[in-house]
């Protein structure tokens, strides 16, 4: 059984630009839009080899699934180092209108790496957040951050680090705003 699993269903919300070259093949990214139950929707990164990117499904405002893996790897800046998360690309196909049910699923299958957190929102709902390192071939790890909410939270709060551990759920994305400095600045994560 695979460790990491991510099928996504949306609309292409901007046409794919390069990204990267590794082993002479390149790779290009683009935004995938995927709608929740809330009626709002996530704005997603989706990372393609060359030898997936077909023009004619992969186009602005096209409805495609992608079915991949979620990947992590760190952004150095002078100032710091940002974890980034991308969707994989495996497969990408025209979506069967029965399959739209349940358009973001993720099964990621790997161990705690950093102590939870446990945590209230400011409604009182009851949070935790993890760092699960999921393996991949040639001794890589994707790092993915997680958050438990309600029950799964007050489980997930005790868990120590190495607990292996089998999270579904889905991928979001969300707007915050953080304070730089005097100036404060809408982010989207």
């Not at 994989?88 to 196909?93: D, H, M």
């Not at 007050?154 to 868990?159: E, I, S």
């Given at each position: 059984m695979e460790n990491n699993i991510i099928t996504l269903t949306g609309s292409v919300e901007s046409e794919p630009v390069y990204s990267h070259t590794v082993m002479e093949e390149n790779f290009y990214s683009f935004i995938l839009r995927v709608p929740r139950l809330s009626q709002t929707d996530d704005l997603l990164p989706v990372t393609v080899s060359e030898k997936l990117y077909n023009k004619e499904i992969i186009k602005e405002n096209q409805k495609i699934k992608v079915k991949g893996q979620l990947r992590s790897y760190n952004k150095f800046t002078e100032e710091r180092t940002k974890l980034i998360l991308t969707v994989?690309?495996?497969?990408?196909?025209l979506p069967v209108d029965e399959e739209e049910?349940?358009?973001n699923e993720i099964f990621i299958n790997g161990f705690i790496c950093k102590t939870p957190v446990y945590r209230k929102t400011p409604f009182g709902r009851e949070i935790t957040d993890l760092i699960v390192a999921v393996n991949r071939a040639f001794n890589r790890s994707d790092y993915i951050p997680a958050i438990a909410w309600g029950k799964n939270a007050?489980?997930?709060?005790?868990?120590e680090v190495g607990t292996n551990v089998m999270v579904w759920g889905r991928l979001q994305s969300r707007n915050y705003n953080k304070r730089l400095s005097e100036n404060e600045v809408e982010i989207r994560r």
């Open positions: 994989f690309a495996k497969e990408i196909s049910e349940n358009p007050v489980y997930a709060q005790n868990l």
